[in-house]
């Protein structure tokens, strides 16, 4: 464990000190920022039973589909092209060490920045004052389900982005490799259940798979408040199994 706690922790420094860390963060406060004003500018005009928080959270796949793949196509495609990953294959460190080391830095950095985004609708509620309530703004099951749900997804978001990287020695293969997988995964589904064009009878069947799959129902999920054991399941298998595919292929191409 020693030799995993030396590799994460370099892993976050090599984080903390790389300018695209801060550009990744500048641009995500930036978009969540422009995101959350335009929610609250549609709740004013067309009032909802539902808060802000809950509208802002279901713009989730935004900062999934881009960010993420900025944070991790270097991760391993870059030790890759370097040669830097065969000289760590000689150390005592394992493959699977090495995966996880990549994926716990991005992982926590991924949810540092989803963290900067909690103060918003105090800070919304400090500059227009009690003409807007803040219960309006700030429910505290919605906030909590909104946030366990971007923690428990993020999981397999970031374990994808890994995944990805490790496939090729090209950062920008790798992010849009990272990027498709995300937006399949992400959007797809939802897509066919909205739009069920094909009406044949396995298509049909596959509802039951694509709804079980279908992130945008398990966030409705948590902002209720219902915590259930199913989509813990699935994102916590799913990322389990990418990750030891992924250090399959490390220990295969290092």
């Given at each position: 464990m020693r030799h995993f706690f030396t590799l994460l922790l370099h892993e976050i420094r090599m984080l903390l000190i790389a300018p695209a860390s801060y550009v990744a963060a500048v641009l995500f406060l930036m978009l969540m920022t422009f995101v959350y004003?335009?929610?609250l500018n549609a709740a004013a005009s067309e009032p909802s039973?539902?808060?802000?928080?809950?509208w802002f959270f279901q713009a989730f796949w935004i900062p999934v589909c881009f960010m993420i793949p900025l944070l991790t196509?270097?991760?391993?495609?870059e030790e890759r092209r370097l040669g830097t990953l065969e000289t760590l294959m000689t150390t005592p460190a394992t493959a699977l060490q090495i995966v996880l080391s990549k994926f716990l830095s991005s992982y926590f950095f991924y949810i540092f920045l989803w963290a900067l985004t909690i103060p918003f609708p105090f800070i919304v509620?400090?500059?227009i004052g009690e003409s807007v309530p803040l219960s309006l703004l700030f429910n505290h099951a919605s906030m909590i389900g909104g946030y366990s749900f971007i923690a428990i997804s993020?999981?397999?978001?970031?374990?994808v982005g890994i995944f990805a990287s490790s496939m090729t020695r090209n950062q920008l293969v790798a992010g849009m490799l990272s990027?498709?997988?995300?937006?399949v995964m992400i959007l797809a589904g939802a897509l066919m259940l909205k739009v069920p064009i094909i009406d044949t009878q396995w298509i049909l069947q596959s509802y039951d798979i694509v709804n079980y799959i279908n992130s945008f129902e398990h966030l409705e999920d948590f902002s209720r408040g219902v915590l259930d054991s199913r989509p813990l399941?699935?994102?916590g298998?799913?990322?389990m199994l990418l990750l030891g595919i992924t250090t399959l292929i490390v220990e295969s191409k290092a």
């Open positions: 004003y335009f929610y039973d539902h808060t802000v928080g809950v196509m270097k991760s391993i495609a509620h400090y500059y993020g999981l397999l978001y970031i374990a990027f498709c997988i995300l937006f399941f699935l994102y298998s799913m990322t």
